[in-house]
């Protein structure tokens, strides 16, 4: 079974950059297509990013040009860059793979972004 752990969660001001990580298990991350996800209080998740195993990335209109998904498959990584962080950006950040999820889910990083 897959294990995903994410970090680098915090409380950040509007305007702020964060930088969240995600360490996976398992032998065959380099050919997996990896998501981050958030889900806010109240709300379903949603998908925020995704990159392939050949490095191609979209993204969510309401992160475009602020965040940025990358990946090291050599660490079994993936991060997201946060930058030019808002209020609606509050919400607890996973990652899985794409776009068929692991039904095992990490335990999230929580991101903040208030005054």
């Known amino acids: 079974q897959v294990q995903l752990v994410e970090s680098g969660g915090g409380l950040v001001q509007p305007g702020g950059s964060l930088r969240l990580s995600c360490a996976a298990s398992?032998?065959?991350?380099?050919?997996?297509?990896m998501g981050w996800y958030r889900q806010a209080p109240g709300k379903q998740r949603e998908l925020v990013a995704a990159?392939?195993?050949?490095?191609?990335?979209n993204y969510a209109d309401s992160v475009k040009g602020r965040f940025t998904i990358s990946r090291d498959n050599a660490k079994n990584t993936v991060y997201l860059q946060m930058n030019s962080l808002k209020p609606e950006d509050t919400a607890v950040y996973y990652c899985?793979?794409?776009?068929?999820?692991?039904?095992?889910w990490g335990q999230g990083t929580q991101v903040t972004v208030s005054s």
């Open positions: 398992g032998s065959i991350f380099s050919i997996t297509a």
């Open positions: 990159i392939t195993s050949g490095g191609i990335t």
């Open positions: 899985n793979r794409y776009p068929r999820e692991y039904s095992r």
